[in-house]
C-alpha cells in the first residue's frame, strides 16, 4: 500500500471502490467513535456505572421477590436480560450522536466526501459493539462477583456474548435511523428510551411471562426482546436452545433488514437544519 | 486542459414546500477564479452551494463541477471538492491532527499520506501548537481555521466555502484571504458566499448577487460599482436632528435622489461631479442653517450596490 505514488486519478479512485472503499470508510468512522467512546464523560458512564448499577439493583431489589421456576438464583435468570436492558439503553446514545452530527454539520462534511454511503454509520454501530463487548464483560464480571454462572459451558458463554452483540447491532440501527428521523439530540435519546422501555417491561427479562395477565402474555410472547432474552437465557442456563436462537436470529436479521437500508437512505439525504 | 468551466449551473431551481428558494439560477465559474456569492439572509446562498456540493439535488436545471455532473455523477464529483459548512464541522472530541487524518482517510489518502497532509494543513493554518488538543477546548475562530483546513485535504479542484469568515479575527480573515488567492492561483476554483461585502470585493473575480432565490446581479466588483454611476455623498445628521430635513435641503441636488437612513441619522446622495459638488451644498446647508457631524465624498462600496440591489438598507451586516 505504500508504493502507490500520487498520479493524476482522483483520491476517490486510487482507493477502489465498492466493498474495499465500505471497508475502509466504515474501520476509519469506527475509530472516530471509540476515541469518542472514552473521551465523553457522559459516554463513559453509560459505559460502566449504568451497567454495573443495572445488575446490582435488579438483583437485589427483585431478587427476592421473583422465584422464576427451576432457576436456584435469580441471578443466573436476570443476567441474560439485563444484557439486553443495558445494551438497548445504551443504544440511545448512538441516535443522540447521530443527531449532533447532523445538526453540527458533520454529516454535510461527510456526504460531501466521496466516501462508502453507509460507512458513517455502520462505523458508528461498529464501534457500539466494540462498546457493548466490554459491557458485556463487565456485567458478566459483576454478576459472577454476585453468584452468576454459565452453566451451559465455554461454547454457550460465547454464544451469549456474541448472540448479545447482534441484538445490540439491531438497536444501534435502530436508534441511528431514530436520530436521522428526530433530528434533534434531546428527542432523539428520549425516542431511543421511549422504543425500548416499554418492550423490556413487556418482556421476559424481569419476571416469567406466566406470570403475566392473559392480554399481556399473548403480547409478551410475540416480543422480540422476549424472544432474544430467552434465546441468551437458554444459552446461559442449559436446555433446549435450537428453536429460541433460530426465532431470536430471524427477528434480529429481518430487523436488520428494515433499519439498514431506511437508516442509509435516510443519511444520504439527511442535510444539517 | 479545456476551457471549459470549473462550475457551470443552469436554470437552477429548487423549492421547499411552498417556498421557491432558488429560481433559475445561472452560475458560469471558469477554472481558476473565485466567485463570490452574495445575498441577504434566505436568500439561497447555501442551498445553491449545497446543490452543487452534491448535497441536494435540484428540482430544475442541471450542474457541472469540474465537468462532472452533481446528480448523475456525485460520487466523482465527491472526490474533486472541498466544503466548508456554515458551522465548524470538525469533531470537538478529536484532536485537531485526528480530525484532519479522518477526513484524510475518509477522502482515499493511505494512512502515512493522511498524517503527512495533517501536518503540512495545521502548519499552513497555524494551528500545529495546539494540534494535539481536543478541538473543543479551542476558540471558535480556530475551529472555523480547522474546518477550511479540512475541506483541503483531499487538494480539491473546486472549492466552496459558505461564510468561512465568519467568527475569524481580522489576522484570521487576512491569513484566509492569502490563502484562498494562493489557491486560485494555483488554478483551484473556489466559491465562497459572504456577508462581508469587502471580502468579495477583494477577492473575487465575478460577484453574484442573489436575492429572494434570483440572480440579481452578476459581474466583476468593478463593474458592479459602475453601475451606481459617480461618487456618493454621505452625510451625518448632528445628534437630535432631523435627517429628513437634511434630506430635503439637498433635494435635486445629485443624480439621484438622497437615501435617507433614519436608524443611523445618515442621508446618502448620488452625485456625478464630484468635489465640484461641494460649493453647492456648503451653501444649501448655511441657507438652511444646518449643520452636519460628519461629511465624506466617496466612491461607491459594494455595500452601496448590495444595498440598492436589494433594497434592504440598514440590514447589510456589514461593519460601518
Redesign the interface.
Same mark, same amino acid.
Given at each position: 500500500m505504500s508504493t502507490t505514488t500520487a498520479v493524476a486519478s482522483s483520491p476517490a479512485d486510487r482507493i477502489g471502490n465498492g466493498l474495499t472503499k465500505l471497508l475502509a470508510n466504515t474501520t476509519t468512522v469506527t475509530g472516530r467513535n471509540l476515541h469518542r467512546l472514552v473521551r465523553v464523560p457522559t459516554l463513559v458512564a453509560f459505559a460502566t456505572v449504568q451497567p454495573m448499577m443495572f445488575v446490582l439493583l435488579f438483583t437485589y431489589a427483585f431478587g427476592g421477590a421473583i422465584h422464576p421456576p427451576g432457576v436456584a438464583h435469580y441471578v443466573d435468570y436476570l443476567l441474560p436480560g439485563i444484557f439486553v436492558l443495558a445494551i438497548a439503553f445504551g443504544a440511545s446514545q448512538t441516535g443522540v450522536a447521530i443527531a449532533d452530527d447532523l445538526a453540527s454539520g458533520m454529516i454535510d462534511r461527510f456526504r460531501a466526501l466521496p466516501m462508502a454511503r453507509a460507512a458513517v454509520l455502520a462505523g458508528r454501530t461498529a464501534a457500539d459493539a466494540v462498546r457493548n463487548l466490554f459491557v458485556l464483560g463487565l456485567m458478566t464480571g459483576v454478576g459472577a462477583a454476585i453468584g452468576f454462572r454459565f452453566h451451559a459451558g465455554p461454547a454457550a458463554a460465547v454464544a451469549t456474548i456474541i448472540l448479545a452483540l447482534a441484538v445490540g447491532v439491531v438497536f444501534s440501527w435502530i436508534n441511528a435511523l431514530l436520530g436521522l428521523l428526530v433530528r434533534d439530540a434531546e428527542s432523539a435519546g428520549l425516542a431511543g428510551l421511549l422504543t425500548v422501555i416499554p418492550l423490556i417491561f413487556t418482556s421476559s427479562t424481569f419476571v416469567p411471562i406466566a406470570t403475566m395477565p392473559g392480554w399481556l402474555q399473548a403480547f409478551a410472547r410475540i416480543n422480540p426482546i422476549t424472544i432474544t432474552v430467552d434465546a441468551l437465557r437458554a444459552l446461559c442456563l442449559g436446555g433446549p436452545t435450537a428453536t429460541h436462537l433460530w426465532h431470536a436470529v430471524a427477528w434480529i436479521v429481518a430487523l436488520l433488514l428494515v433499519t439498514v437500508p431506511a437508516a442509509v437512505i435516510r443519511y444520504q439525504r439527511a442535510s444539517a437544519a | 486542459m479545456g476551457e471549459r468551466p470549473a462550475i457551470l449551473a443552469e436554470g437552477i431551481g429548487k423549492r421547499f414546500g411552498a417556498t421557491m428558494a432558488l429560481e433559475d439560477v445561472d452560475l458560469v465559474v471558469p477554472a481558476g477564479s473565485l466567485l463570490g456569492l452574495l445575498g441577504p439572509n434566505g436568500a439561497g446562498k447555501t442551498t445553491i452551494v &449545497?446543490i452543487l *456540493?452534491?448535497?441536494?439535488r435540484p428540482d430544475s436545471g442541471r450542474a457541472t463541477v469540474a465537468g462532472l455532473d452533481v446528480v448523475r455523477q456525485a460520487?466523482?464529483v &465527491?472526490? !474533486? +471538492?472541498?466544503?466548508s459548512?456554515?458551522?465548524? *464541522?470538525?469533531?470537538g472530541?478529536?484532536t485537531a491532527r485526528?480530525n484532519l487524518r479522518? +477526513?484524510g &482517510?475518509? *477522502?482515499?489518502?493511505? !494512512?502515512?499520506?493522511a498524517a503527512r497532509r495533517a501536518g503540512e494543513l495545521l502548519e499552513r493554518f497555524d494551528l500545529a501548537a495546539a494540534a494535539d488538543r481536543?478541538v473543543r477546548t479551542w476558540s471558535g475562530g480556530m475551529r472555523r481555521r480547522l474546518d477550511v483546513a *479540512?475541506s483541503l485535504v483531499? &487538494?480539491p479542484a473546486v472549492l466552496f466555502l459558505d461564510e468561512p469568515t465568519t467568527g475569524l479575527d481580522p489576522r484570521g480573515r487576512n491569513d484566509l484571504w492569502r490563502l484562498l488567492s494562493e489557491l486560485t492561483a494555483q488554478g483551484a476554483t473556489v466559491l465562497l458566499t459572504t456577508q462581508y461585502l469587502e471580502e468579495a470585493d477583494r477577492l473575487a473575480d465575478t460577484i453574484v448577487v442573489l436575492d429572494n432565490g434570483r440572480v440579481i446581479a452578476a459581474g466583476t466588483p468593478t463593474q458592479l460599482k459602475a453601475r451606481l454611476g459617480g461618487d456618493r455623498l454621505e452625510l451625518q445628521a448632528m445628534p437630535g436632528d432631523d435627517p429628513e430635513r437634511l434630506a430635503g435641503a439637498l433635494a435635486g441636488m445629485g443624480s439621484g435622489p438622497p437615501q435617507v437612513d433614519t436608524e443611523n441619522a445618515r442621508v446618502v446622495v448620488p452625485v456625478a461631479g464630484g468635489p465640484g459638488i461641494l460649493p453647492e451644498l456648503a451653501a444649501r446647508l448655511a441657507a438652511q442653517q444646518l449643520e452636519v457631524a460628519d461629511l465624506a465624498l466617496r466612491r461607491p462600496t459594494l455595500d452601496d450596490v448590495f444595498l440598492a440591489l436589494t433594497n434592504q438598507r440598514g440590514t447589510s451586516g456589514s461593519r460601518s
Amino acid at each position: 500500500m505504500s508504493t502507490t505514488t500520487a498520479v493524476a486519478s482522483s483520491p476517490a479512485d486510487r482507493i477502489g471502490n465498492g466493498l474495499t472503499k465500505l471497508l475502509a470508510n466504515t474501520t476509519t468512522v469506527t475509530g472516530r467513535n471509540l476515541h469518542r467512546l472514552v473521551r465523553v464523560p457522559t459516554l463513559v458512564a453509560f459505559a460502566t456505572v449504568q451497567p454495573m448499577m443495572f445488575v446490582l439493583l435488579f438483583t437485589y431489589a427483585f431478587g427476592g421477590a421473583i422465584h422464576p421456576p427451576g432457576v436456584a438464583h435469580y441471578v443466573d435468570y436476570l443476567l441474560p436480560g439485563i444484557f439486553v436492558l443495558a445494551i438497548a439503553f445504551g443504544a440511545s446514545q448512538t441516535g443522540v450522536a447521530i443527531a449532533d452530527d447532523l445538526a453540527s454539520g458533520m454529516i454535510d462534511r461527510f456526504r460531501a466526501l466521496p466516501m462508502a454511503r453507509a460507512a458513517v454509520l455502520a462505523g458508528r454501530t461498529a464501534a457500539d459493539a466494540v462498546r457493548n463487548l466490554f459491557v458485556l464483560g463487565l456485567m458478566t464480571g459483576v454478576g459472577a462477583a454476585i453468584g452468576f454462572r454459565f452453566h451451559a459451558g465455554p461454547a454457550a458463554a460465547v454464544a451469549t456474548i456474541i448472540l448479545a452483540l447482534a441484538v445490540g447491532v439491531v438497536f444501534s440501527w435502530i436508534n441511528a435511523l431514530l436520530g436521522l428521523l428526530v433530528r434533534d439530540a434531546e428527542s432523539a435519546g428520549l425516542a431511543g428510551l421511549l422504543t425500548v422501555i416499554p418492550l423490556i417491561f413487556t418482556s421476559s427479562t424481569f419476571v416469567p411471562i406466566a406470570t403475566m395477565p392473559g392480554w399481556l402474555q399473548a403480547f409478551a410472547r410475540i416480543n422480540p426482546i422476549t424472544i432474544t432474552v430467552d434465546a441468551l437465557r437458554a444459552l446461559c442456563l442449559g436446555g433446549p436452545t435450537a428453536t429460541h436462537l433460530w426465532h431470536a436470529v430471524a427477528w434480529i436479521v429481518a430487523l436488520l433488514l428494515v433499519t439498514v437500508p431506511a437508516a442509509v437512505i435516510r443519511y444520504q439525504r439527511a442535510s444539517a437544519a | 486542459m479545456g476551457e471549459r468551466p470549473a462550475i457551470l449551473a443552469e436554470g437552477i431551481g429548487k423549492r421547499f414546500g411552498a417556498t421557491m428558494a432558488l429560481e433559475d439560477v445561472d452560475l458560469v465559474v471558469p477554472a481558476g477564479s473565485l466567485l463570490g456569492l452574495l445575498g441577504p439572509n434566505g436568500a439561497g446562498k447555501t442551498t445553491i452551494v &449545497r446543490i452543487l *456540493a452534491t448535497l441536494l439535488r435540484p428540482d430544475s436545471g442541471r450542474a457541472t463541477v469540474a465537468g462532472l455532473d452533481v446528480v448523475r455523477q456525485a460520487a466523482a464529483v &465527491r472526490g !474533486r +471538492i472541498g466544503l466548508s459548512g456554515q458551522y465548524a *464541522a470538525v469533531d470537538g472530541y478529536l484532536t485537531a491532527r485526528e480530525n484532519l487524518r479522518m +477526513i484524510g &482517510r475518509l *477522502a482515499g489518502l493511505p !494512512r502515512s499520506a493522511a498524517a503527512r497532509r495533517a501536518g503540512e494543513l495545521l502548519e499552513r493554518f497555524d494551528l500545529a501548537a495546539a494540534a494535539d488538543r481536543t478541538v473543543r477546548t479551542w476558540s471558535g475562530g480556530m475551529r472555523r481555521r480547522l474546518d477550511v483546513a *479540512a475541506s483541503l485535504v483531499g &487538494r480539491p479542484a473546486v472549492l466552496f466555502l459558505d461564510e468561512p469568515t465568519t467568527g475569524l479575527d481580522p489576522r484570521g480573515r487576512n491569513d484566509l484571504w492569502r490563502l484562498l488567492s494562493e489557491l486560485t492561483a494555483q488554478g483551484a476554483t473556489v466559491l465562497l458566499t459572504t456577508q462581508y461585502l469587502e471580502e468579495a470585493d477583494r477577492l473575487a473575480d465575478t460577484i453574484v448577487v442573489l436575492d429572494n432565490g434570483r440572480v440579481i446581479a452578476a459581474g466583476t466588483p468593478t463593474q458592479l460599482k459602475a453601475r451606481l454611476g459617480g461618487d456618493r455623498l454621505e452625510l451625518q445628521a448632528m445628534p437630535g436632528d432631523d435627517p429628513e430635513r437634511l434630506a430635503g435641503a439637498l433635494a435635486g441636488m445629485g443624480s439621484g435622489p438622497p437615501q435617507v437612513d433614519t436608524e443611523n441619522a445618515r442621508v446618502v446622495v448620488p452625485v456625478a461631479g464630484g468635489p465640484g459638488i461641494l460649493p453647492e451644498l456648503a451653501a444649501r446647508l448655511a441657507a438652511q442653517q444646518l449643520e452636519v457631524a460628519d461629511l465624506a465624498l466617496r466612491r461607491p462600496t459594494l455595500d452601496d450596490v448590495f444595498l440598492a440591489l436589494t433594497n434592504q438598507r440598514g440590514t447589510s451586516g456589514s461593519r460601518s
